[in-house]
């Protein structure tokens, strides 16, 4: 009665990835409004914020946040995986992995299976972790990284409406959009569901903290520009 007392207090709690990737969506939300203002560039669905690079910092740590959660707290190892080898491994050592090689070791030692590097959601995650690098050490270079040209071609992040090269934006600046808020925080999302799966695979409990890993759609995105009386193909210089 007293372990089962102590699952479901944890289980009932308050998550600290539930908090910090709800936050990514208020940053997108926030976005909107900058849209919704008329005063920033928008190319389509795509408008330039000023709240969006901290977007992420925080998607990544959402992304920690459920590992260390779902697979590495008190209840994965008394309750959810007791059993599994993973725990012959020193904690304080599992806990250091670097997050990119953390969602890779954790299902492949807890399910016998993984996100595979060469696939998606594994190389946009490693990309958003990338992006999150990049920004905290930033040194005011204004060469961008390498993976701004496949972001460019995807439409995530914003490219200025000239051949000029010299007139484009910085790339922080590029970054600082609402569709790379989305971008970043549906990443997480599919990563997210991606590792639970392997959970419902071999018949453990669907973890409910995976609940709020849920991506920002098209078909909302669209309503809410349709809802506001904006054209999503027209753009705003």
């Not at 204004?142 to 972001?151: A, I, S, T, V």
């Not at 922080?172 to 549906?186: Q, V």
């Not at 695979?201 to 809410?224: G, H």
Request: proline share 5%.
């Amino acid at each position: 009665m007293g372990d089962l007392g102590n699952l479901q207090q944890v289980k009932s709690g308050v998550t600290v990835s539930g908090d910090l990737i709800g936050h990514v969506r208020k940053i997108y939300e926030m976005a909107l409004q900058d849209i919704l203002s008329g005063k920033v560039v928008r190319h389509g669905i795509n408008g330039y914020s000023h709240h969006a690079l901290p977007a992420y910092i925080v998607t990544v740590a959402a992304v920690e946040a459920f590992m260390n959660e779902a697979f590495l707290s008190f209840v994965a190892q008394q309750f959810l995986f007791r059993d599994a080898s993973i725990w012959n491994l020193p904690r304080d050592w599992l806990e250091k992995v670097e997050i990119s090689k953390k969602v890779i070791l954790i299902p492949q030692l807890l399910f016998g299976e993984s996100l595979s590097r060469d696939t998606q959601p594994y190389q946009d995650f490693a990309m958003v972790i990338r992006v999150r690098n990049d920004l905290v050490h930033y040194k005011m270079k204004g060469e961008p990284p390498k993976y701004l040209q496949d972001l460019d071609q995807r439409g995530i992040s914003l490219r200025a409406n000239t051949s000029e090269i010299d007139a484009d934006y910085l790339w922080p600046h590029k970054l600082s959009c609402s569709e790379g808020i989305r971008w970043a925080h549906n990443t997480a999302c599919s990563t997210v569901t991606e590792i639970v799966s392997y959970v419902n695979r071999t018949n453990y409990p669907l973890l409910p903290i995976a609940e709020n890993f849920a991506p920002i759609t098209d078909a909302y995105v669209l309503s809410w520009f349709q809802k506001h009386g904006i054209d999503p193909d027209s753009n705003q210089p």
